[in-house]
């Protein structure tokens, strides 16, 4: 579970909680570097690629997802929007992964920790996915009938032709790591911080939704898969609770004696039970007699 009150905004950072900058700069890069290579080892299955990518539209319709194309449709009704949505998907996606990794080091070294864990295990997970499912981009795909809109309207950071594209894997579709990188953006933020206006954070991935889909660089399905494995990553890594857990304090002692809770009274004579003689006399009875003897 994730809990998100282990640290208030307005508590100074716990540096004990911050792992040392030159390991962690060591390892933020070295996880780009197995991000870039496992892409690049998932290259060049062209064909594979194009049939995963005819079965993934034709399940998409069978379970009535939307068509890609009704958001292109309206991304090029204005070429200006167009723009936007391509810059968007080109420089957007790794500057706001690692500023929000930067932040998080910095002000919330415990919140930075938990989200490197999460990021580390979703690429890993989608790295798997690349190299067992190769699929193309719906751009690409013939029968889905959309634009590519980054090599006609730019920017892309893609080569016009995606065998030979030796800067990026263009069959790495599945599962989409824009929008789970922005969804664990979104999160993280949320989880790590306590205003009001927290939750505006999710239109970074409402976004990088609306965009990977409609420059045609993703299907639905691939958001969809990203979430499922970042579901599970989740459960898998949770947040724990840094703050003690309040115990139960007992009303303070006021310096006095506790108070008796009944006031003792003077035993009481015995009664005798009715009928039955009295086993005391009187002083002048027992003189008189002795007297008598």
Same mark, same amino acid.
């Given at each position: ?7 208030? %905004?307005?508590? /100074? ?14 390892? *933020?890069?070295?996880?780009? *570097?197995? #991000?870039?290579?496992?892409?690049? %080892? ?17 399940? /998409? ?5 939307p068509g890609e194309g009704t958001v292109q449709n309206l991304l090029l009704h204005n070429e200006t929007l167009? &723009? @936007? !949505?391509?810059?968007? #998907? ?11 990794? +930067? ?5 919330? =070294?415990?919140? #930075? ?16 996915? &690349? ?15 959309? +634009? $590519? ?9 893609? !080569? ?7 800067? !990026? ?10 929008f789970g990188w922005a969804l664990m953006v979104a999160v993280g933020l949320i989880v790590a911080t306590r205003?009001?206006?927290?939750? @505006? ?20 399905? $691939? ?6 494995? @970042? %579901? ?25 004696? =506790?108070?008796?809770?009944? *006031? ?5 004579? !015995? *009664?005798?039970?009715?009928?039955? /003689? ?10 008189s007699s002795g007297t008598r003897r």
């Amino acid at each position: 579970m994730v809990y998100a009150g282990s640290e208030p %905004a307005d508590q /100074e950072p716990d540096s004990s909680a911050r792992p040392p900058l030159v390991r962690e700069l060591l390892l *933020v890069v070295g996880l780009f *570097v197995i #991000y870039k290579l496992g892409r690049q %080892a998932a290259n060049g299955h062209v064909e594979e690629a194009y049939r995963n990518a005819g079965n993934v539209w034709d399940f /998409e319709r069978s379970v009535h997802l939307p068509g890609e194309g009704t958001v292109q449709n309206l991304l090029l009704h204005n070429e200006t929007l167009i &723009h @936007l !949505a391509n810059a968007y #998907y080109a420089t957007v996606h790794f500057p706001a992964t690692l500023l929000f990794l +930067v932040w998080l080091y910095w002000r919330r =070294p415990r919140h #930075y920790v938990w989200s490197r864990r999460i990021l580390a295990a979703l690429t890993g997970a989608a790295l798997a996915l &690349h190299l067992l499912f190769p699929l193309a981009p719906p751009r690409l795909l013939a029968a889905a009938g959309l +634009v $590519d809109t980054g090599q006609v309207y730019g920017p892309t950071v893609y !080569a016009a032709t995606p065998a030979t594209d030796s800067m !990026a894997n263009q069959f790495a579709a599945m599962p989409s790591l824009h929008f789970g990188w922005a969804l664990m953006v979104a999160v993280g933020l949320i989880v790590a911080t306590r205003t009001r206006w927290r939750w @505006l954070w999710l239109l970074h991935p409402l976004i990088t939704l609306l965009v990977i889909v409609g420059t045609a660089n993703h299907y639905w399905l $691939d958001s969809i898969v990203v979430s499922a494995l @970042l %579901a599970v990553a989740f459960a898998v890594l949770p947040l724990k609770r840094t703050m003690p857990v309040r115990a139960h304090i007992p009303w303070p002692s006021t310096g006095y004696e =506790p108070a008796p809770t009944a *006031v003792p009274r003077a035993a009481e004579p !015995a *009664v005798p039970p009715a009928g039955a /003689e009295p086993q005391a006399h009187s002083a002048r009875s027992y003189a008189s007699s002795g007297t008598r003897r």
